[in-house]
Antibody, heavy 122, light 107 residues
Framework: QVQLQESGPGLLKPSETLSLTCTVSGGSTSSHYWNWIRQPPGKGLEWIGYIYYTGSTKYNPSLKSRVTMSLDTSKNQFSLHLSSVTAADTAVYYCARRVVVPLQRDDSFDLWGQGTMVTVSS | DIQMTQSPSSVSASVGDRVTITCRAS??????LAWYQQKPGKAPKLLIYAASSLKSGVPSRFSGSGSGTDFTLTISSLQPEDFAAYYC?????????FGQGTRLEIK
């Protein structure tokens, strides 16, 4: 079955750029919306944005100025880059597949990676 | 942004109890609502989509209802594995937003 796995550095210094990659196994990135979602320790979920299989993107306005997402369909991977990180960016970062079926009013995240903890500290 | 407010923030219940969690949207989201279960240290798991459609493989004791601004997730008879956090999520408009979560604890 399709599985997602995040990878990337777990510790960053303030002002550095967070770079994470999500590898999709057992399936292809040549369809669906591919998302990043984060969760600060002990808190709720925040949607960061998505990259569609066509390469189009949409980001949360709260992070838009610092976020870039990219897609490599040949490797079945998509990536997140978040610049100028601060302690407020410390969180578990999840990659997730978003399914959209308009006629059913279905727009949900049906597959998730296990998550990777990123800590920003000097 | 559409604000999603869940209540209660936490609830204590016993195995076999019926539990209802409420999610209120700050504006009409039709049925563009999903529910997730999250256990400690794990990723969220999709339970319900389109407000009331049960994802394949999810036990039938879970059900969702509502439309517009008010939604509920009901667990008809709590099982030990149901003690977790639950989140609602709207996708009527961007940015996609989640409720703050409801923690379901063992009494």
């Amino acid at each position: 079955q399709v599985q997602l796995q995040e990878s990337g550095p777990g510790l960053l210094k303030p002002s550095e750029t967070l770079s994470l990659t999500c590898t999709v196994s057992g399936g292809s990135t040549s369809s669906h919306y591919w998302n990043w979602i984060r969760q600060p320790p002990g808190k709720g979920l925040e949607w960061i944005g998505y990259i569609y299989y066509t390469g189009s993107t949409k980001y949360n306005p709260s992070l838009k100025s610092r976020v870039t997402m990219s897609l490599d369909t040949s490797k079945n991977q998509f990536s997140l880059h978040l610049s100028s990180v601060t302690a407020a960016d410390t969180a578990v970062y999840y990659c997730a597949r978003r399914v959209v079926v308009p006629l059913q009013r279905d727009d949900s995240f049906d597959l998730w990676g296990q998550g990777t903890m990123v800590t920003v500290s000097s | 942004d559409i604000q999603m407010t869940q209540s209660p923030s936490s609830v204590s219940a016993s195995v076999g109890d019926r539990v209802t969690i409420t999610c209120r949207a700050s504006q009409d989201i039709s049925s563009w609502l999903a529910w997730y279960q999250q256990k400690p240290g794990k990723a969220p798991k999709l339970l319900i989509y389109a407000a009331s459609s049960l994802k394949s493989g999810v036990p039938s004791r879970f059900s969702g209802s509502g439309s517009g601004t008010d939604f509920t997730l009901t667990i008809s008879s709590l099982q030990p594995e149901d003690f977790a956090a639950y989140y609602c999520q709207q996708a009527n408009s961007f940015p996609i937003t989640f409720g703050q979560g409801t923690r379901l604890e063992i009494k």
